[in-house]
């Protein structure tokens, strides 16, 4: 018997910075923040347009900031809303997880499912971008790719990925499990809950800003190496 299909899923939950006119008085002196690296993944939407075009993959994102609410968190975590909605009240808080939280989780999740159902296995790339800069310490990395390292297919596309990178361009600083770890909370974190090792591989690919920030053709080259190596990678794995 011949292994599954794969069937590619691009997602970008920190797309964009925009604050919903319901929301808009809740953000008053809180509009600075809005426009830094806490807000939104800038270059994260361009990437995940670029790559869902290439893979000709179905893509989900959103443009609401994640102060509003943080589609990468899980309902329950303290930081599921930002500084300016935390405080808001609970009918408020209800109101954005129903209308903007819910709805993008759900799609996805269904998207997912019915791929599953029809005896796919879904590979989810979930892109985002981090700020050089954290509490004073430089981030090591130019790209990071977040997996599960307990799920083999993920283990695998991960390293397979930082390979086929690092041959393309020596001088890229490519990472696993950096600056964060696959495992803790996020979206990818957990659809693994809801989905199989065999049926669901999800990968985080997080972009150093400063390399989105350096000019337009260093992140568009970037952005075309990215793209050829996992391209490489997941087409090699298909017809293994
Ligand atoms: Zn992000």
Redesign the pocket.
Known sequence: MSAPRNHYLITC??GGNRVPEAYRALFAGHEELLATHRGW?PG?LTLARDLARALDAPLYYATVS?LVIDL?RSIGHPRLYGEATRGAPRALRREILARHYMPYRTRVERHIRGAVADGRRVVHVST??FTPVLNGQVRQADVGLLYDPARPAEAALARLSQGALKSSAQELRVRRNYPYSGRSDGFTAYLRRCFPATAYAGIELEINQKQVSSGRETWRELKARLIAALMEVLTRQESA
Request: no cysteine; net charge negative; charged share 40%.
């Open positions: 939950e920190h993944d994260a994640r990468n985002h971008s």
